[in-house]
Nanobody
Framework: QVQLAESGGVLVQSVGSLRLSCAASGRTFSSYTMAWFRQASLQEREFVEAISWSGGVIYYADSVKGRFTISRDNAKNTVYLQMNSLKPDDTAVYYC?????????????????WGQGTQVTVSS
């Protein structure tokens, strides 16, 4: 069982930067693939970035390429999402997710554990 808790969501101006954190409980965090998804108002939840257990494999959505960076610190049971050059279109609730699948995946249905989400609002 893994419990996830996101933090860091705030109101920020366009082209600003923000770092989200996701703290995980459980002794096997280092073996989980971790990911960030987001859900804008009236939209479906969409994939943002994923990172394999070792950090060696990273997937990202085209919409955040070159702007967002996922990383993890297995010693701290924490995964991060560094967001730069933010746009109003990035406004959403951001969710942290975990899966015990061996390979990193971008598919929402593959993730077993989810956090409660943290709101990011980007003003123009």
């Amino acid at each position: 069982q893994v419990q996830l808790a996101e933090s860091g969501g705030v109101l920020v101006q366009s082209v600003g930067s923000l770092r989200l954190s996701c703290a995980a409980s459980g002794r096997t965090f280092s073996s989980y693939t971790m990911a960030w998804f987001r859900q804008a108002s009236l939209q479906e939840r969409e994939f943002v970035e994923a990172i394999s257990w070792s950090g060696g494999v990273i997937y990202y959505a085209d919409s955040v390429k070159g702007r967002f960076t996922i990383s993890r610190d297995n010693a701290k049971n924490t995964v991060y999402l560094q967001m730069n050059s933010l746009k109003p279109d990035d406004t959403a609730v951001y969710y942290c997710a975990a899966t015990s699948r061996g390979a990193a995946t971008t598919m929402r249905r593959d993730y077993d554990y989810w956090g409660q989400g943290t709101q990011v609002t980007v003003s123009s």
